[in-house]
């Protein structure tokens, strides 16, 4: 879903509510593992290979909430470990324009956009990409604060 500044607003207002849903609207046995922590991330992508058997299934419009809803868990996942802080592109030229994206991530080079990473872990069927993406986040934050970068400067 692509979003503009003044929807962007909105959408991050919306944040928790939207996180509620995501876990009322998945199985339970889910629901439960969803606690921000590093092995969750494992709990949404096998939800995700299991639900869509293509990327096809995951972009067609009446999956849009829930994939959303999914986005944002695991950006808040990167968020509350890595800090950073949600931004989106004004810029059209930009490959992810009027998606949301974490920025300001310890270690972190370029913006990571959540969707793209839930999407893709569809089309890759590993069952860890997200994962793998997240730890070696945690990595270079640790290789960044070895070499006297702020880590602690967190924008939530």
């Given at each position: 879903?692509?979003?503009d ?7 991050l ?31 949404i992508e ?54 949301p ?16 990473l839930?999407?893709?872990?569809v ?16 990595r270079?934050?640790?290789?960044s ?12």
């Amino acid at each position: 879903m692509r979003i503009d500044e003044d929807r962007f607003h909105v959408w991050l207002t919306d944040m928790h509510d939207a996180i509620a849903g995501l876990r009322q609207s998945i199985p339970a046995e889910v629901a439960v593992r969803l606690d921000f922590s590093r092995e969750s991330l494992s709990a949404i992508e096998q939800f995700a290979l299991a639900r869509y058997p293509s990327i096809e299934h995951v972009k067609r419009r009446r999956e849009a909430q829930l994939v959303d809803g999914m986005a944002r868990y695991v950006g808040e996942v990167f968020r509350k470990h890595l800090g950073g802080r949600w931004v989106v592109q004004s810029d059209a030229c930009n490959a992810f324009y009027g998606l949301p994206q974490l920025a300001d991530m310890a270690g972190q080079c370029s913006p990571l956009c959540p969707l793209t990473l839930v999407t893709a872990s569809v089309d890759r069927r590993v069952a860890t990409f997200i994962r793998t993406v997240f730890d070696n986040a945690v990595r270079n934050a640790l290789d960044s604060s070895r070499k006297g970068c702020d880590i602690l400067s967190h924008g939530y």
